[in-house]
């Protein structure tokens, strides 16, 4: 209850900010989960060379291959149709929600990298639910 008219106002408000907060914090954890530098196709057999030519023609996340069409990819200088195609294999392995499987293994090292971040207060950490951040 209200003591006074613009406490009910400022409850409004505050809670207009908090719904905010949330969808903004579900935007930023949906997001992370796409952003992977391109640098981790290395591990999938793709050489540093190659990422070096991704990168100077502007692509440095896998997100950004996996969205690129082919023919696009073959107008990189040094790529063919065979390297084209293991490209978008590597890719395919990085982001876990296009290969709709991710192993126990790789959840556990997504997990050890995750940082909880802070307000300050501890009352408006449980309001909010906390905050991870995957770095």
Do not use: W
């Not at 107008?75 to 490209?87: D, L, N, T």
């Amino acid at each position: 209850m209200s003591c006074s008219p613009g406490d009910e106002e400022l409850d409004d408000e505050v809670q207009f900010m908090l719904n905010g907060f949330h969808s903004i914090t579900k935007l930023i954890r949906t997001t992370q989960e796409f952003i992977v530098d391109i640098d981790g196709i290395q591990a999938h057999g793709v050489g540093a060379a190659d990422i070096i030519k991704l990168k100077t023609n502007g692509y440095y996340t896998v997100t950004s291959v996996h969205a690129a069409t082919r023919k696009t990819l073959l107008k990189i200088k040094g790529f063919s149709e065979v390297k084209v195609e293991k490209v978008k294999e590597a890719v395919a392995k990085c982001l876990p929600s296009v290969s709709g499987f991710i192993t126990a293994a790789e959840l556990g090292h997504q997990r050890k990298r995750v940082v909880r971040i802070s307000t300050g207060s501890k009352q408006l950490d449980a309001i909010l639910g906390g905050y991870d951040l995957l770095l």
